[in-house]
Nanobody, 126 residues
Framework: QVQLVESGGGLVQAGGSLRLSCVASGRTVSSYAMGWFRQAPGKEREFVASVNWSGGSTYYAESVKGRFTISRDNAKNTVYLEMNSLKPEDTAVYYC???????????????????WGQGTQVTVSS
């Protein structure tokens, strides 16, 4: 089993920045693809960004491309989401996820995730 714990959320003004962290425990996730998702009030959860096992390949939702950066530190079993130029529409609970399918032939855009964190709130004020 993998446990994921997110941190780094908070209240920030539009145009500001936040860095989210997701620490995994229970087993190493160094061979897993990792992703970030978010869910705004009254909306369905949506994909934000993902990174492959090595950190060498990333994939982003169009809405965050150019503003958010996903990265990982396998030595620390941690994934990050650097968020810049934040907008009020980025307000949501942000979730970290892990995909334990180590098949390297599955592209990031087709990954499904079987481990999820509890989420961290990000609120962007206008």
């Amino acid at each position: 089993q993998v446990q994921l714990v997110e941190s780094g959320g908070g209240l920030v003004q539009a145009g500001g920045s936040l860095r989210l962290s997701c620490v995994a425990s229970g087993r190493t996730v160094s061979s897993y693809a990792m992703g970030w998702f978010r869910q705004a009030p009254g909306k369905e959860r949506e994909f934000v960004a993902s990174v492959n096992w090595s950190g060498g390949s990333t994939y982003y939702a169009e809405s965050v491309k150019g503003r958010f950066t996903i990265s990982r530190d396998n030595a620390k079993n941690t994934v990050y989401l650097e968020m810049n130029s934040l907008k009020p529409e980025d307000t949501a609970v942000y979730y970290c996820a892990a995909d334990s399918d180590v098949n390297l032939l599955v592209p990031l855009r087709r990954r499904t995730y079987d481990y999820w964190g509890q989420g961290t709130q990000v609120t962007v004020s206008s």
